[in-house]
């Protein structure tokens, strides 16, 4: 067999839907998420249905899953005391930032570029202090992203529903200004779309593009939520997937062999 046929084949998409899911109340830990977007869902009048892509602010995954903690809890270190004094920051919180990292991967100014102990390369941790439910409160990114992902899909599932699940977060991007949401955990679906072994129509065979269409839908659903919105879900309808239960965020992130720039 080829490596051409063991790949997945995709058609175009003839229209896609996004939908944003209105109504969820403030999350508190141990609330069902699965449960809850699907009755917001259906009380929309845009119920989730079979296929459908449904695209989780990981910050309400984050809550339910108790991943916040309160300022006056922290204890700062000598180095996150030092650092933060001179660059003006809240020295609590960097020290929460530096336990949420890895490595730091950048340090200029008051900017803390960090690899998280998922191996996402992210400022500050993926640690914040917005919309976190009170003040002095920070909100850290879930423990396994894919598992969050899993255990809504799951509770999908059992409600009778075959929905692939993203959860995203709202990164910067190396080379250029401004945010935008990707993907940090996934299930249900698989994360990568090859072109590898195709042909194009003019006869030139692709060799190494791939496209992170996590990402992509995860960009897109941010068109429906937004920061200040109060909407942390939403729903994308018509995008074609490959679903994959063993899915993971494994193959988005890039070796350090193949690393240029670490």
Same mark, same amino acid.
């Given at each position: 067999?080829?490596? @051409? ?24 830990? #141990? ?45 700062? #270190? ?16 960097? =020290? ?22 998922? #191996? ?35 509770g999908f599932a059992a409600a %009778? ?15 250029? @200004? ?26 030139? @065979?692709?060799?190494?593009? @791939?496209?992170?269409?996590?990402? =992509? ?16 879900? %939403? ?28």
């Open positions: 067999m080829t490596h @051409e046929a063991t790949l997945p084949r995709y058609r175009v998409a003839v229209s896609v839907q996004i939908h944003p899911v209105p109504g969820l109340p403030e999350i508190t830990p #141990g609330d069902d998420l699965a449960a809850m977007i699907l009755d917001a869902a259906r009380a929309a009048d845009t119920p989730i249905i079979d296929g459908d892509i449904v695209v989780v602010t990981s910050k309400i995954v984050s809550k339910a899953e108790g991943r916040t903690v309160e300022l006056d809890d922290i204890t700062p #270190g000598a180095f996150a005391s030092e650092w933060s004094q001179r660059w003006e920051k809240d020295p609590r919180v960097v =020290e929460v930032v530096l336990a949420e990292s890895a490595r730091v991967v950048r340090q200029l100014g008051p900017v803390l570029i960090t690899e998280t102990h998922h #191996g996402f390369i992210c400022a500050n941790s993926g640690v914040d202090q917005s919309s976190s439910g009170a003040h002095g409160r920070l909100v850290l990114l879930p423990v396994d992203p894919d598992a969050s992902a899993r255990t809504i899909r799951a %009778g529903v075959s929905a692939a699940v993203i959860i995203s977060d709202t990164f910067g991007r190396p080379w250029r @200004e401004g945010q935008t949401d990707i993907a940090i955990g996934v299930a249900g679906m698989a994360p990568m779309r090859s072109y590898i072994g195709e042909v194009d129509p003019h006869g030139h @065979e692709f060799r190494v593009q @791939e496209l992170c269409v996590v990402d =992509e839908v995860a960009a897109a659903a941010e068109l429906v939520k937004g920061n200040t919105s109060r909407i942390p879900v %939403g729903v994308v309808r018509g995008v074609e997937h490959v679903v994959d239960d063993s899915a993971t965020m494994a193959p988005v992130l890039r070796d350090t062999s193949r690393d240029l720039f670490r």
